[in-house]
């Protein structure tokens, strides 16, 4: 563990040198982590790389924000959650959001449908339009509060409830169709 935390000091000072040997070094450290965080932001591959790329060029030219004491891997996925969202800001014209005029509250029948194993998850996710999905993993899995996500998204509370209700409601559709597609190829 120890010369794992040498080894990524010494990355960290080399980036901040401008050593390009370091910056490949540690892209390659982090990319498959990276590249799952993204993933679960986008529907293609595609997206997911050309988000993980604008991260790690944030990364590189604010390294010396970068607090020592704080996990590299948390700076790091906050910065990759940030890239996802200016992704779709601009990429994907974010205001899809809606608000309900009869919103939906998550209720005792609107809870999260069990969670699959981690393979099955990130597909069934790139199935939900971009603002579900955003919603509901800044929720879920980042565990924002509708005031933060709200603030994050420039969008109102509601708004933020009423598409993380959306986004389960489709989730367990979705799952119900693959379980019945799965029940027929049977």
Known sequence: MEKEVNNLQHLIDGCLRSNP???KDLYRQFYGYAMKICLLYTSRREEAAEILN????????RLETFDRRLSFKTWLRRI????AIDYHRKNHHLPVFEN???EIMLSEEMELPN???ETEVLPILQKLSPAYRIVFNLYVMEEYSHQEIA????ISQATSRSNLARAIQN??????MDKKIVSITK
């Open 21 to 23: 040997v370091c910056q």
């Open 54 to 61: 604008d991260a790690f060029l944030k990364v590189f030219t």
């Open 80 to 83: 990759l959650i940030n890239a």
């Open 100 to 102: 309900l005029s009869n």
């Open 115 to 117: 969670i699959l194993p």
């Open 151 to 154: 603030e994050i998204l420039n």
């Open 171 to 176: 989730l367990k559709s979705i799952m119900n």
